[in-house]
Each structure stands twice: as C-alpha cells, then as structure tokens.
C-alpha cells in the first residue's frame, strides 16, 4: 500500500511540476509574440501536432527527408546516420495505432534579435512500437502492445522558422529545473 502511495504521489509531483512549467511557458510566449514572429501558442500547439504525425510516419518509412521541414539541419543529419545504420543490421521499425494525447509547452527561450530562441514541448503519445530483423521478421526489440509515453521535444528557430532539434526521453530531464 505505502509502495502505491509513493508511486502515485511521484506522479502527482509530476503533473504539478508540468502544469506550472507551461503556465511559465504560455506567460513567456504571449510576451514574445510580436508581428511577424511565430510565438501564437494556439499556432505552435497545431504546429507540433501535424509535426508530430509526419516525424512519426518518417520514422516509420525511414526517411528524413519525409519531414524535412519539420527537422533542424543536425537533427535529419542525424537521423539519416542511425537510420541507414538501421538498415544495414536489417531493423526495421513497426509503429501502430499512434496517438498524440497531449502536447503541453513547459520550457520557452529567447533572446532579442537572436535566433537562439527554443521551445520544449512535453509529448504524451502512445502506440504499438517495435523493430523487427527484415530477415526473419522476428521481433528485435521493443513490445507489441500499446505503451503510453512521455517524452521532451525541443523546438528551435532556424532559417527563420520552427524545426524539431531534440528529443529527450522522460527520465532524461529534470521537472524541477523546467
């Protein structure tokens, strides 16, 4: 029982912690929102939705260049290394039934006349998603049931618009410094 109260209240802590973070966040783009800048939070927030489908779908057919304008520079440079190295040890990846449950801003950055400017967006999905071998068709790794999942994805300003730069799993950032 005690075991269940702790787990329960670490995820309380959690969402408290999130909520006050895009509170912060929401605060901080209404304040750089100018003309002819992109800082609309109801814009960004469906901007990170499509963006997040087509990033999915690129995944799965591996190929970068399926969402090239959604990708900074380094991060498709990126992709492009691991997933050609993907296919030479015969992985494929497998993703059914995605869903984006939520998309909450929880980290704003900017500097005046700088193109420095970064969002982090904490993606809640959830989907069936595994890597099979293209050889045997045996599943590699992952699972064939659905898992939700929370991860942070950093969204910078390059070449005058929003690209994804980062993705973060949940353990790999700390709430507290949000």
Not at 11 to 19: E, L, P, R
Not at 162 to 176: F, P
């Amino acid at each position: 029982m005690a075991m269940a109260c702790f787990a329960g209240a670490g995820t309380i802590a959690f969402h408290c912690y999130i909520q006050k973070a895009k509170y912060k966040s929401l605060q901080k783009m209404k304040k750089f929102e100018k003309p002819g800048e992109d800082w609309n939070a109801k814009e960004m927030q469906k901007y990170v939705k499509n963006a997040y489908f087509v990033i999915q779908e690129c995944w799965r057919l591996l190929d970068p260049s399926y969402a090239e304008k959604y990708l900074s520079k380094s991060l498709a440079q990126s992709w492009t290394t691991k997933l050609e190295w993907m296919k030479v040890k015969h992985e494929k990846p497998i993703q059914k039934r995605v869903q984006l449950l939520s998309v909450t801003p929880v980290s704003v950055w900017d500097d005046e006349g700088e193109e420095d400017a970064s969002i982090v967006y904490l993606i809640h999905g959830r989907m069936i998603g595994y890597y099979i071998n293209t050889d045997t068709l045996e599943v590699v790794r992952g699972k064939k049931i659905p898992e939700s999942f929370y991860e942070y994805w950093t969204f910078i300003r390059e070449d005058g618009r929003w690209v994804l730069n980062e993705i973060q799993q949940k353990d790999e950032v700390d709430v507290h410094e949000l």
